[in-house]
């Protein structure tokens, strides 16, 4: 643009032309910048001219690009001459398609491309970031101004844009967006710049302030929506903190969040065997859908990857459970998951791979096995493991050619060596043909528990087909059958641990509690003892398998308060006293009482007749137990029964259909008090009479191992102290040596007493250093892995005895500590992993009974939940609190928001996984195509495994919280109802507030910080019941004597117990978008070089060179636009109106042309 002859003199025209000439001959010539300190100084010392308009003439003098020569330019120029930052800056502007023009006919020009725009503004980034710039607090408040004018500028520019574009809904062009992130680093770099907050906080007006943070509000919310890192949310953070607002800030825990970068994402063997660990370690937790959401959120569509990892992990789970001793039972399950669980996985995931995917991947893993981890010299028990691995890896290969998930030839030759011989062929299974002939012959359940057994890739469809036989002989009331099945089942109580891989317990109980609820009693009926056996048989098994894992009600099922299991289960050890008996049931006790100790003439007992079960359905009877048991002892204590008669009495109670009677019995021994009652020898001889009992028939002695089972760790324990009471007893070690080989018959995740003991005199912190010790030994493996293949010595039971102990909050401080520690020394990624598997390892409370508590969807019936807060409750709290959060260390607060960003990533629930089933038999996978099918909310999906999974059950009680707590959305930061914070402890006061944007990788070097991956990068963070419950302890009867019941036996007494239980809900709310209200924006720009006394429209005497504002009505190039439609001139109303100067429109030279290269044109965008 040629300047105007009425407003510029010779002297500064002959001055522009000779900058204007030096230039042009520099970069034609290639000059490097350190050659031209001299003659920039001369030149500058005898021709001044306006520091905007030298920056200029240097934009339109380089080549055709961004030419690297205008950055050394531009830094030589600041060094030898007195322009300052602010001048390149507001010539940036004035000449970049965000300036409005002086006339719409100058339009002609080519506007600056986006990267040429980028270029420059990094060079200024790269100053400020430095400490180089700015050098006066002059340059800081003019630098500053032209930021805004730069900002609102930029904004105005794409919001017309924007209102322009046909659906309102525009894609930004990158090379915007990349332009638009780096002026906002720029003002994050001013903003944390010390010399810059002095100066904002000693002489900025209020108003000034309030207008700079309008624009960098108004630009954050610009670019957040496009931008994927946390520019945006860092610019509006610095915004509403001091010096530029004052009093207390306030921030959301999405604000906090969001200025806290991801370190890299690590998918790992390590992750995957930790998780398969805890799923294993108790109750198999390993259903479908949740493993199938698991992997899906952790691989995403690294299919490889995922089946390479889970196959490798699963194999270092079962070589961990060697390594440490575990029980053949416990090894039965691993070697179980790997090779009929871990194929059926495979086959069901493969349906969605490209064709060879899963053999290819199963070939890796196979490559990377190691079958031979243990010293084979060192004994015989490390040999038998290797032999163990080695059959493992040859029952898997078999399973996946079973499954068709490859060829032998393809297996056997990563293996290096020949296929072995099986004979005879396996045939694969199909769940439907299994569970009819089942239903036509229920012997042939015994068949087929056998082969459960058997490491053949069939124990799915044979789990499937049992739990439907279940569920058809309850519909059918089939009784008979139903007994022969759970007896069948409960004496072999281990093969739960295999047919729970494949469904929840619910599926399997839910019809036997039903039917046992349901139970009719016929009176007239002929016979009493075979229903009575039947009862027994099926009670058995539900109470054996509840005690086997310690299942809660919950996980059986949703039953009345009423109905006979859960008033069993409350009131299992409980004795009533007979007075408190209601009439029925004083009938029904005087009949038991006469039947199993009425004798005749000779002393003889008659008998259970059947009077005296016609009189009594089973469910009462099994409800009187414990009354029976205090009644008989009380009775036997005052005389008026005999001992040998009381024996007598007892052995009924060994008969198969009364055999469970046993477990209640015995329940109320372990709670009864030894001390105060006199009775310790009559209760010692009934104990000699029921577990060493002189003769027992075979059905029955299978089903009393079952019951010494679940009595033995309590009752054993209750006979210690009795030992240690009266040392000089001889007859209670023999019982305890009875009980010892039962003691260990749980899986229930508990640990043992030696354990717990072991653990908690561990030094340096006791079960504290077991979490931290535990979390840095797998970092350690992680980093090891392909080098030492025997896995790192890991329990899951160690966290269960940690959260129990010490309290999940305990608990992830100490993880939080460790994952902060292993970041500063690089290891921040691999203890992320480990970190986010341990917190979102499967629970052993049902999915549905959890999302019904937590988050409330059956209002009605809402199922009880575990007292205690669980990991992801903790994290979701201490997410929560956002004054909380900044009074932490910067350290700690990023490894919380991290860990707490990816459990929820790792928590989402796929909005509908895509998984072609081309490879299996839906049958066989206990999937319909009715199952299949999706209605609303009430979808129900029908997994692999057999159960019936409703999708709305997986952790949405944390993902739905964490949605405020770790959104990158930053629309809420305005939200009226964001919580305010109590900064007491002033921390932001002074100059505390600072985002560096210098600093090295955490992940690598040292292991600092980044600053740009700080979350306050500079901040200084110095801010001034007894459900069915065996454990041995003292009843609330313990204290008082017996009352002997003088109706029955000629006296009275007993007891009854309360019960209570209570839930919490921590939830956060959602938070509400803010509305974006479009306004209209002028701006005005300035030099920046004024002296602070201007009004707008005024000029300093140097910058007469610069073209002034052209009051013509004519309207903008298609390059600029005004925001205001009925805009008359291109003059801008002032912008932060601190220390005007005057505008500086559009800065041309002398000459019209320019060099610099085409860009795409906006209306094109």
Not at 356 to 376: C, E, K, N, S, W
Not at 521 to 543: K, R
Not at 643 to 671: H, R, Y
Not at 856 to 865: M, N, R, T
Request: hydrophobic share 40%; net charge negative.
């Amino acid at each position: 643009m040629e300047p105007s002859s009425s407003t510029t003199s010779a002297p500064a025209i002959h001055a522009v032309d000779q900058w204007t000439t030096l230039m042009k001959t520099c970069f034609g010539h290639r000059i490097r910048a350190k050659q031209l300190g001299k003659p920039f100084s001369e030149l500058w010392s005898t021709t001044p001219i306006p520091g905007p308009l030298l920056a200029s003439i240097i934009f339109r003098s380089g080549a055709s690009g961004v030419d690297p020569l205008i950055s050394e330019y531009l830094e030589q120029i600041l060094r030898v001459t007195t322009i300052d930052t602010s001048n390149i800056l507001v010539a940036l502007l004035a000449n970049s398609r965000y300036a409005l023009k002086k006339k719409a006919g100058s339009g002609s020009d080519t506007p600056m491309s986006h990267a040429f725009f980028e270029h420059v503004l990094s060079l200024l980034v790269r100053l400020v970031a430095a400490g180089e710039r700015p050098k006066t607090a002059r340059e800081a408040r003019s630098v500053v101004r032209a930021l805004g004018e730069c900002l609102t500028a930029c904004r105005a520019h794409e919001m017309v844009l924007l209102m322009q574009s046909v659906d309102g809904m525009q894609s930004p062009d990158p090379q915007v967006v990349t332009s638009f992130e780096t002026l906002a680093t720029l003002a994050i770099a001013l903003l944390n710049n010390p010399t810059v907050k002095v100066d904002i906080s000693d002489a900025w007006p209020q108003s000034s302030k309030e207008k700079l943070a309008s624009a960098c509000n108004d630009f954050a919310e610009l670019i957040t929506p496009w931008s994927h890192s946390q520019i945006g949310a860092r610019l509006q953070m610095l915004a509403k903190a001091p010096p530029i607002t004052t009093g207390k800030p306030e921030f959301s825990t999405a604000e906090i969040a969001s200025a806290v970068n991801d370190l890299p994402i690590v998918n790992s063997r390590v992750g995957l065997y930790a998780y398969l660990n805890a799923a294993l370690c108790a109750r198999p937790l390993t259903d479908d859908m949740s493993l199938f959401n698991y992997l899906h959120a952790k691989y995403q569509n690294d299919t490889q990857s995922l089946v390479s990892d889970l196959t490798i992990a699963s194999f270092d789970v079962l070589a961990n459970a060697l390594q440490q001793r575990r029980s053949p039972n416990h090894i039965l399950c691993y070697r179980s998951f790997i090779a009929n669980k871990l194929p059926m996985l495979i086959a069901t995931l493969s349906g969605s791979f490209p064709p060879m995917t899963a053999q290819i991947a199963i070939q890796m893993a196979l490559g990377r096995i190691d079958v031979h981890p243990f010293p084979p010299l060192s004994s015989d028990d490390d040999k038998t493991n290797n032999e163990t691995l080695k059959k493992s890896r040859q029952e898997f290969v078999q399973a996946c050619i079973l499954f068709q998930l490859g060829n032998e030839q393809a297996f056997y030759s990563v293996m290096g060596e020949p296929p072995a011989p099986v004979s005879p062929r396996v045939i694969r299974y199909n769940r439907q043909s299994l569970a009819q002939q089942c239903f036509a012959n229920v012997h042939r359940v015994e068949e087929l528990a056998r082969e459960l057994e058997s490491m053949n890739g069939n124990a799915g469809a044979i789990s499937g087909a049992l739990v439907d036989t279940v569920q058809h002989f309850y519909s059918s009331k089939d009784t008979m059958s139903l007994r022969t099945l759970c007896n069948i089942l409960s004496r072999r109580l281990p093969l739960m641990d295999v047919i729970f891989q494949y469904s929840q317990p619910a599926d399997l109980l839910s019809p036997l509690c039903s039917l046992l609820n349901e139970w009719t009693h016929d009176e007239d009926q002929s016979e009493f003892q075979p229903p009575y056996e039947e009862f027994a048989s099926v009670l058995l098994l539900i109470l054996a398998t509840m005690h086997r894992y310690e299942l809660t009600e919950s996980e059986i099922g949703s039953f009345a308060s009423d109905s006979f299991i859960i008033k069993l289960l409350n009131n299992f050890s409980t004795s009533m006293s007979v007075s408190a008996l209601d009439d029925d049931q004083h009938k029904q006790f005087t009949k038991w009482v006469q039947g199993l100790y009425a004798t005749d003439e000779q002393g003889e007992t008659s008998g259970i007749s059947d009077e005296t079960m016609s009189h009594c359905p089973p469910q009462s009877f099994y409800l009187l137990v414990p009354t029976l048991f205090e009644q008989s002892v009380q009775a036997c204590k005052l005389l008026v029964l005999n001992m040998n008669t009381l024996k007598g009495g007892l052995e009924f109670l060994l008969e198969p259909f009364l055999l469970p009677s046993l477990i209640g019995g015995l329940s109320w021994v372990t709670k009864h008090s030894w001390e105060d009652h006199g009775d310790t020898e009559i209760l010692l001889q009934m104990l000699r009479k029921l577990l060493q009992p002189d003769s027992i028939s075979g059905d029955a002695q299978a089903m009393h191992q079952t019951i010494l089972g679940m009595i033995a760790r309590p009752l054993a324990m209750s006979l210690q102290a009795l030992q240690r009471r009266q040392p000089k007893r001889k007859d209670v070690v023999p019982l305890i040596d009875v009980l010892g080989p039962y003691v260990e018959s749980q899986r229930s995740g508990k640990c043992s007493a030696a354990e717990i003991n072991e653990w908690s005199t561990t030094a340096d912190g006791g079960l504290r250093a077991v979490v931290r010790n535990t979390i840095r030994g797998l970092v350690r493996w992680s980093s090891q892995a392909s080098i030492n293949s025997l896995p790192y010595n890991y329990t899951h039971r160690n966290m269960i005895a940690a959260l129990e102990i010490l309290g999940a909050d305990e608990v992830l401080a100490v993880m939080l500590d460790e994952l902060k520690s292993q970041t500063l020394s690089g290891s921040g990624s691999a203890a992320l992993e480990i970190a986010t598997t341990i917190v979102c390892a499967p629970l052993p409370v049902p999915a549905l009974s959890q999302a019904n508590a937590l988050m409330q969807f059956d209002q009605s019936a809402p199922a009880p939940v575990n007292q205690r807060r669980t990991l992801r409750q903790a994290l979701q709290a201490q997410l929560g609190e956002p004054k909380a959060l900044l009074s932490m260390g910067t350290e700690r607060v990023e490894a919380l928001v991290r860990l707490g960003r990816r459990v929820e990533a790792q928590l989402v629930i796929p909005p509908q996984m895509s998984m072609p089933m081309t490879n299996l038999d839906l049958h066989d996978m206990s999937m319909t195509s009715a199952d299949m099918q999706m209605a609303g909310a009430d979808i129900q999906i029908t997994s692999a495994d057999g159960s019936t999974t409703d999708p709305t059950t997986a952790d949405q009680d944390f993902t739905a919280a964490m949605d405020q707590s770790l959104s990158m959305d930053t629309s809420n930061v305005n939200d009226p109802n964001a919580m305010s914070l109590d900064l007491s402890n002033n921390l932001f006061s002074g100059q505390d507030m600072s985002f560096d944007l210098t600093g090295a990788s955490q992940q690598h070097g040292n292991g600092q910080m980044s600053n740009e991956d700080d979350i306050f990068a500079g901040l200084e963070m110095d801010l001034g019941g007894d459900d069915f419950d065996f454990s041995y302890g003292e009843s609330e009867s313990s204290n008082n004597s017996l009352r002997f019941d003088k109706d029955v036996w000629g006296g009275a007494g007993g007891q009854e117990m309360s019960h209570q239980r209570f839930a919490e809900l921590l939830a956060l709310t959602e938070p509400t978008e803010s509305d974006k209200n479009f306004t209209t924006y002028s701006m005005y720009i300035g030099d920046g070089t004024g002296d602070g006394n201007d009004e707008p429209g005024q000029t300093d005497e140097h910058e007469q060179v610069a073209s002034t504002c052209d009051t013509s009505s004519e309207q903008p190039d298609n390059d600029t636009h005004s925001v205001s439609s009925d805009s008359q001139c291109d003059e801008y109303d002032p912008g932060l109106g601190l220390d005007p100067d005057q505008p500086v429109q559009s800065i041309e030279s002398s000459e019209n042309t320019t060099d610099q290269p085409e860009a795409q044109d906006d209306t094109e965008r």
